[in-house]
């Protein structure tokens, strides 16, 4: 076996480029799709396109509550129209008119096929036998014409878009009763160490409570993943090894958080470089530097450092395109810049990445500060629950002052 302390330096990139191409090179595709009616694609991940089933609005209808008249009889004011009919929403009514006439019409109501505007009441005196408009609307005005949101057969929503509860809006909207999804992958999580506790349990010294697996368990089913485990793995080979066999069987993917390090006792590295001829890197990021990955009995596994705030970070930046790939997802993006509200120290020659808790100031702009005092210190676990995103500072950088302009990344 090598040397653990002489490991490869990567950048981000370079490290993440190699889960994406030559660990899952090695993964057996996730190709299964299934339909699923609309009421249960939630946080699902679409495999197809979804087309419109008709023209949204299926027809031209009132955006008012008014009256449908010709635009032709608003050319001298006031103009008074006989009232010929009434057509609230949900009818299918079609009363005829002709010039100097009109029809009551509610929001939402479909549009007479002899009118071509609407005036809304507040125009008028509100007449129910005839009606005076005492103002000029534009020919069409507050009609929202058939097919005006989407035509019919119009793609609604792309493959690789999670379903959420806007997207599901839109697809209802458009006639879809069921959708053609990606399967969830089966992700297993383990935890590795003997020092660590179930919360709620008992601490003596050198104990702690367990939460690494615990944030990425939940953050996975968040992600629309079937989650398995978290498990909490022992620091000897062989209890690691029964449990690593365990957790692979079925799984997709294995994550695991711990004993990635160059330390005698770091069981991950010594297990999956022993069995299963394991890559570990140092990667220029801080925190997340020890990183590694292997394929045990074919099952990519990823192994990301320990410390809280380590396992967060590398989730982030590394776990979560390796499961978007996964799921055929496409990329969500956010805010891509702020403003430092405080000021720090970086690591030079390390991109360093620390969780900011984002706000507005009096201009208006987007101000990032560190949840922690201690910034990006990997062990600082309570730094990410006031997190909205992660301040990206380049390698080539050591200090940021209050005002700069800093790179953050949404969580």
């Not at 595709?29 to 396109?49: M, N, T």
């Not at 909490?232 to 993917?253: H, K, N, R, Y």
């Not at 380049?394 to 200090?399: C, T």
Request: net charge negative; charged share 20%; with cysteine.
């Amino acid at each position: 076996m090598s040397d653990p302390t002489q490991r490869v330096l990567l950048t981000v990139e370079e490290y993440l480029d190699e889960l994406l191409t030559t660990l899952l090179a090695g993964a057996a595709a996730l190709d299964d799709v299934e339909d699923v009616p609309l009421a249960q694609a939630l946080g699902r991940v679409l495999a197809l396109p979804v087309h419109a089933a008709g023209d949204v609005p299926a027809f031209a209808n009132s955006a008012m509550d008014g009256y449908a008249v010709l635009h032709d009889d608003l050319a001298s004011l006031p103009a008074t129209l006989r009232v010929v009919g009434a057509v609230p929403a949900g009818s299918s009514e079609d009363p005829a008119m002709g010039l100097g006439e009109c029809v009551r019409i509610m929001t939402g109501a479909p549009l007479p096929s002899g009118a071509d505007t609407v005036v809304p009441v507040e125009v008028t005196d509100g007449g129910t036998s005839t009606v005076t408009i005492t103002e000029a609307r534009t020919l069409g005005q507050h009609v929202r014409g058939a097919g005006e949101d989407v035509r019919a057969g119009a793609v609604v929503a792309d493959a690789g878009v999670t379903v959420t509860g806007r997207v599901l809006g839109s697809l209802a909207a458009a006639g879809a009763a069921t959708v053609t999804v990606r399967r969830r992958p089966v992700v297993a999580v383990a935890a590795t160490g003997d020092e660590l506790v179930s919360p709620g349990g008992s601490l003596v010294r050198g104990q702690i409570f367990e939460s690494n697996g615990t944030h990425l368990a939940a953050t996975l089913t968040e992600l629309g993943v079937q989650v398995r485990g978290p498990v909490v793995l022992p620091d000897d080979t062989t209890g690691f090894t029964s449990g690593l066999d365990e957790l692979a069987d079925g799984a997709d993917l294995v994550l695991l958080t711990g004993g990635v390090s160059v330390g005698d006792f770091d069981v991950s590295r010594i297990v999956l470089e022993e069995s299963a001829d394991g890559v570990f890197r140092h990667v220029r990021m801080q925190p997340g530097k020890p990183q590694g990955w292997a394929r045990w009995h074919g099952v990519p596994v990823i192994a990301f450092p320990g410390n809280p705030v380590s396992t967060a970070i590398s989730f982030e930046v590394f776990g979560r395109p390796v499961i978007d790939r996964l799921l055929g997802r496409a990329p969500v993006t956010g805010p891509t810049v702020a403003v430092a509200g405080t000021g720090w120290r970086s690591p030079a020659g390390r991109r360093q990445l620390v969780p900011v808790r984002l706000s507005s100031d009096e201009t208006g702009r987007l101000v990032a500060t560190p949840t922690h005092r201690r910034g990006s210190a990997s062990h600082m676990v309570t730094s990410l629950a006031g997190a909205h995103a992660l301040a990206v500072v380049a390698e080539e950088i050591d200090s940021v002052e209050p005002g700069d302009i800093v790179q953050i990344r949404s969580l």
